[in-house]
């Protein structure tokens, strides 16, 4: 008898099939029915209006080229049971499941921790739920399975998680340098000694990945005025946690108010972290915005208003750390401009911003030649793969200051 499947109509990939079973079961959990509700880019629709997909597309997007991945490295000989297949489909349909309202900002601010531990949690609480079936996968995401390969197709320097997000963030953004060939590098994966390897004939496609990847970072996902946006929203929070802690009467949805008391080293169990940032997404960041745009307090409302109407702070990348005497003349003249009543730092902030397009200080991409040699990327490619960290700093305040 063929195996019943569930038919998703996907922008990206076209139709793509989930089995019934464990994961048609998780998909309809109400924790993963929330990353409906959590956009993928956060912000960024202030920058590219489309980019409004959520976390669930991407979610699906990654189970399928899972799917497609697994499908051929066992055609070309790995040895991949069917749970252990299942247990890699799960892990990387829940990868994202631990992130919180606007992608990081939450983590950044009130939850104290990084969404790979929330993921964490929250594939504990299920595997509770679904007695025990999610073991293995939880095994794999963790890295903690004998055969790495699978970790890596989770989360490694070819994962499916980077292969399905620079594909849809592309698509979604229009911003085209985003585009990989996805569906030729998995054809490409093999397996050597336990570890992914990419064939030799698939390294072209690998190095486009590559600079698509430090592309779309700097002109995406660190685009200066997505970054001003995330930068508000943060402050905004911090604003409106230290008017709550301090007594002041805020309108806060339940869920998100629970976060305004709330530190990792409390006495709350997971259950109840869990109980409220299960229940938490951008819909309730987003009424809570509304709200504190008519708040008393002058800086929760500029700045709330500020990213309700997209009156964003102005942002000034520099090379080198911004000098003290000109943050100084910044926040001079934002006194100037807005009164006493105008806490400068969270009108006026400065920061840095870092990334890499290749790490290999951690994991190296290998590549598979036909005399059975295995070659770093970086021995065997004549491009440059920007192994090196690029870190700009910023500056970032209110219009019409200077």
Avoid at 85 to 110: K, N, R
Avoid at 129 to 138: C, N, S, T, V
Avoid at 214 to 235: C, F, N
Wanted: glycine share 6%; aromatic share 10%; hydrophobic share 40%.
């Amino acid at each position: 008898m063929i195996p019943r499947k569930k038919i998703f109509n996907d922008p990206v990939y076209g139709f793509v099939s989930v089995p019934h079973g464990i994961l048609l079961d998780l998909i309809d959990h109400p924790y993963f029915q929330r990353l409906r509700r959590i956009r993928q880019l956060g912000l960024t629709s202030y920058v590219y209006p489309g980019a409004l997909h959520t976390r669930f597309h991407h979610a699906l997007g990654a189970l399928h080229l899972m799917q497609q991945a697994i499908e051929t490295l066992s055609n070309k000989g790995a040895e991949i049971t069917p749970e252990e297949a299942e247990g890699a489909c799960i892990a990387v349909l829940l990868h994202d499941i631990g992130h919180g309202p606007f992608s990081h900002a939450l983590e950044h601010t009130l939850a104290e921790m990084h969404h790979e531990e929330l993921s964490s949690l929250f594939m504990e609480d299920l595997n509770h739920q679904f007695e025990g079936r999610l073991a293995l996968a939880i095994s794999i995401f963790r890295d903690q399975y004998p055969k790495k390969f699978l970790h890596q197709l989770v989360s490694g320097q070819l994962d499916m998680d980077r292969m399905d997000y620079l594909n849809r963030d592309s698509f979604f953004t229009g911003v085209s340098e985003g585009v990989i060939s996805y569906d030729r590098i998995i054809k490409m994966l093999d397996v050597h000694e336990g570890e992914l390897v990419v064939e030799e004939k698939g390294i072209y496609s690998i190095e486009k990945f590559l600079i698509a990847r430090r592309l779309m970072y700097w002109q995406v996902y660190l685009h200066k005025t997505g970054v001003s946006a995330e930068k508000m929203l943060i402050h905004t929070l911090r604003r409106a946690r230290e008017l709550s802690l301090a007594g002041e009467d805020l309108e806060v949805p339940r869920h998100l108010a629970w976060f305004f008391n709330w530190k990792p080293s409390d006495a709350s169990s997971p259950a109840e972290l869990l109980s409220h940032f299960s229940r938490l997404d951008d819909h309730d960041v987003t009424a809570a915005i509304k709200y504190w745009s008519e708040a008393r307090d002058f800086t929760l409302a500029f700045l709330s208003k500020g990213l309700l109407d997209r009156k964003l702070f102005r942002l000034e990348w520099h090379i080198e750390p911004i000098p003290a005497d000109y943050v100084l003349s910044i926040q001079q003249k934002v006194r100037a401009n807005m009164g006493e009543s105008a806490i400068l730092e969270h009108l006026v902030y400065t920061g840095l911003e870092s990334n890499r397009a290749y790490d290999d200080s951690k994991e190296q991409i290998k590549i598979l030649f036909k005399n059975g040699a295995v070659v770093p990327i970086d021995q065997c490619s004549d491009v440059p793969l920007y192994t090196q960290l690029v870190t700009k700093y910023f500056i970032c305040y209110p219009k019409n200051m200077m």
